[in-house]
């Protein structure tokens, strides 16, 4: 069975965000091996200087490139990525998992987003919209999409 993981940076503070979480985990149980995985997040000034933003994006970026396991298939969640349609989702991780990945890691970073480091390591850069989400609202997003390829690819009920 495919292994999924969210890497993360920072906790969800609103249980709310975290029940919706655990509920598209709850439904992917049967699709894939799920799982969210939180690094540390760096502690900011409220006015933080450009050399602090890069420090911090350097540190969680060394985080989130110590959690990632080996061998996995890697995909940045930033703004400057691809947008994909829910099909094309549920297309791209039918294909990595038919060339041979049986690890896909979803990455989303902290409210500065990813350090250039983590990004040249994957092998996909997504974004979820042109828009600006919060990154725990993301996080959510991007369970709900997962939940909805694999129902796409299982030919679920879900996606109309």
Not at 101 to 130: C, D, Q, Y
Request: proline fraction near 2%; charged fraction near 25%.
């Amino acid at each position: 069975m495919l292994a999924v993981t969210v890497l993360c940076v920072g906790r969800l503070k609103e249980r709310w965000w975290t029940e919706a979480c655990e509920e598209y985990g709850k439904r992917l149980k049967g699709s894939c091996q799920f799982r969210i995985v939180e690094v540390e997040e760096e502690r900011m000034p409220d006015k933080a200087a450009a050399a602090h933003i890069r420090h911090t994006l350097e540190k969680e970026g060394q985080r989130l490139l110590d959690a990632l396991p080996k061998g996995a298939f890697v995909i940045a969640m930033c703004i400057e990525g691809r947008q994909y349609t829910s099909e094309a989702l549920a297309s791209a991780i039918e294909e990595a998992a038919v060339n041979g990945f049986g690890h896909l890691v979803f990455i989303i970073g902290g409210s500065w987003g990813l350090s250039e480091e983590v990004k040249k390591t994957a092998k996909l850069r997504l974004s979820m919209s042109a828009m600006t989400f919060p990154h725990q609202l993301a996080r959510v997003m991007l369970c709900e999409q997962l939940y909805r390829a694999f129902q796409i690819n299982g030919g679920g009920k879900y996606h109309k």
